[in-house]
Structure formats: structure tokens, C-alpha cells
């Protein structure tokens, strides 16, 4: 569904991602892991296309997504969960999720809402509520509940973790894994590298904006070398 290949991209003079070739097929989960700046955000970004590839190609579905825009990209089908939620403070929880809809025909919104309360009951409960009021874990419920209402294609999420209570992760992590199959595929960026490799099908490890490394995740998730030498022992 998702194919990548020779991509390279960076900020200003720095190169970030050289060489980055990666596939993500459909019903597949695919996790990316690796250190600290090792370029997982940044290729996020480009497959978004909020930042421009300077060389390589994106292809998604068989038609080439390299250079188009991101709203473009989002027609297409891929919805990014950004690191650190990014919800807006100021609207309403419900007001938020209807952000995700802008492309969506108006008769479905009441049946897209619903799945996403159905996933997160929090959310309904909380519905009228402002989206600064949540706790982390349910800013995050509510950022994932912005792109599924996108019905995406793609679901690409960048460390979904981050800053959460154990509880909260162990519940989106739950939530993924029920989203697994059907037709769409999930992309998958983490710092906590066994929690992702244990959720995924398949995994790459990015190590200074190339692929180190790419295997089954359950291959990956078990072999501690792996894990010392990739990803710091900390995973
Ligand atoms: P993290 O988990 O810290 O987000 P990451 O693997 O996602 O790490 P990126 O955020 O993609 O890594 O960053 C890769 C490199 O690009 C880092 O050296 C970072 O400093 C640099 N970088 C990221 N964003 C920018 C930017 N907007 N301008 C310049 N350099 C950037």
C-alpha cells in the first residue's frame, strides 16, 4: 500500500534520511524504531509531505504521493497522529473530532462520531468538554479519535507514548491493536521499541536516518542484541 524508496530528506544543510526504503502493506502493522534523533519524525513528515523529499519516492497505492501537498495527502487517505497530541486546547472535545471530518460527507459525521465514542467512552462522556481539560492519555484517545474519524487508509502515529502514564499506554496500545487488519495499515513510530515491536508485523530500525536494520517485529523484539545495540538497551 505504502512504498518508499531511496528517500532522502533533511532540514536546511543537515541531511536527515538517506536511503530510507520501506513498505507498509495493507491490514499490516509496521513499527519504526530507534534512539533519539535518529530520524523517525522527520520521515513521518516527509511521507505526510509537510516536509519536501529531496530524492526518492513515495508511492501509495500505486500513484506516486511524492511532492503533493499535505492536505493533498490526506485526501488520499493518510491521517499522521503528531508527537504531542496537538489537539486544540480551546475547542470542545467533540469540536476537535470534527476538525478530522472536513472531508468527510456531513450525513456521516453522527456514525463516525459514534465509532470513536464507541472506541473511547471517555470521549462521549466528555464530549462538551474543552480539549485542555483532558488528562495526557485522553488528549491522546482524542488525538487518535481526530485522524480514525478520517477513515484513513493509513494511519501513521509519531510516539504515542510519549508522556503518558503507564495505564493510558497500555490502553492505546490496546486500541491499536484492535484496529488492526481490515483494510487499513498503521505506521508506527516509538521510543518504547518493545511495546511497538510486540504490537507490529514488521518493523525497521532507523539508526542515523538509515535502515539498520528491518525484520518480523516478533524477530526484532526478541533478539537483545538487537535491542543493545539499536536502541540503547532501554527499550
Ligand atoms: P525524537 O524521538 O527525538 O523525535 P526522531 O528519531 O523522531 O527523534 P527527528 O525528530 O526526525 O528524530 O530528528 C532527526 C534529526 O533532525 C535530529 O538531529 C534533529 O535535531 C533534526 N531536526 C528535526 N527537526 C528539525 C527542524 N525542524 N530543523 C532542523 N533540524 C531538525
Known amino acids: ?31 519504526i ?6 530520524g523517525k519524525s522527520t520521515l513521518l513528515r516527509t511521507i505526510m509531505g509537510s516536509l519536501a523529499a529531496r530524492r526518492g519516492t513515495v508511492r501509495f497505492e500505486d500513484a506516486s504521493i511524492s511532492g503533493l501537498p499535505a492536505h493533498r495527502i490526506a485526501e488520499r487517505g493518510i491521517r499522521l497522529v ?16 470534527l476538525t478530522g471530518m472536513y472531508l468527510a460527507p456531513r450525513a456521516e459525521s453522527a456514525r463516525r462520531l459514534q465509532r470513536v465514542f464507541a472506541l473511547f ?12 481539560t ?28 510519549l508522556g ?10 490496546l486500541t491499536l491493536a484492535e484496529l488492526r487488519g ?18 507490529a508485523d514488521r518493523g525497521y ?3 542515523q536516518g538509515r535502515v539498520a536494520l528491518e525484520g518480523r517485529a516478533s524477530d526484532l523484539g526478541s533478539d537483545e542484541s538487537v535491542i543493545n545495540a539499536y536502541l540503547g538497551g532501554n527499550a
Open 1 to 31: 500500500m505504502l512504498r518508499i524508496e531511496g528517500l532522502c530528506a533533511g532540514y536546511g544543510e543537515i541531511q536527515v534520511l538517506t536511503d530510507v526504503k520501506l513498505d507498509v502493506g495493507r491490514g499490516e502493522i509496521v513499527a
Open 182 to 199: 481490515v483494510d487499513s495499515g498503521i505506521l508506527l513510530v516509538e521510543q518504547n521499541a518493545r511495546k511497538a515491536l510486540a504490537l
Open 205 to 207: 530500525v532507523l539508526e
Open 134 to 161: 483532558l488528562s495526557g492519555g485522553q488528549q491522546q484517545m482524542l488525538a487518535l479519535g481526530r485522524a480514525l474519524v478520517g477513515e484513513p487508509k493509513l494511519l501513521m502515529l509519531d510516539e504515542p507514548s
Open 82 to 97: 503528531p508527537e504531542g497530541r496537538r489537539v486544540f486546547p480551546n475547542l470542545s472535545v467533540e469540536e476537535n473530532l
Open 33 to 38: 524504531v530507534g534512539a533519539n534523533g535518529a
Open 121 to 132: 467512552p471517555v470521549l462521549a462522556e466528555r464530549r462538551r468538554q474543552l480539549a485542555s
Open 164 to 173: 503518558l502514564a503507564p495505564k493510558a499506554v497500555e490502553e492505546i496500545f
